[in-house]
């Protein structure tokens, strides 16, 4: 799903209104809260439960290549 869209300005803050079936599709709520992360020039939402659950999984696997580190250099 792409759409453009332009920004408006909000108090001292420039917003984006994220259209209902973008909401609908993340499962988002008024209140919902929302991880925001800019990566190069590209912003990327999604859920706060979302980037937790990628955080841990990200740190897991850290945690595994680094145990088997030796096994590995070895395989190579």
Do not use: W
């Amino acid at each position: 799903m792409v759409m453009l869209k332009q920004t408006i300005t909000v108090d001292d803050s420039v917003s984006i209104c994220i259209p209902q079936e973008i909401v609908e599709a993340l499962g988002f709520t008024p209140g919902s809260q929302i991880n925001l992360e800019v990566v190069g020039h590209t912003l990327i939402i999604r859920s706060a439960t979302e980037a937790q659950r990628a955080e841990d999984f990200i740190q897991t696997f850290g945690s595994i290549l680094e145990r088997r580190k030796s096994a590995y250099e070895e395989l190579a």
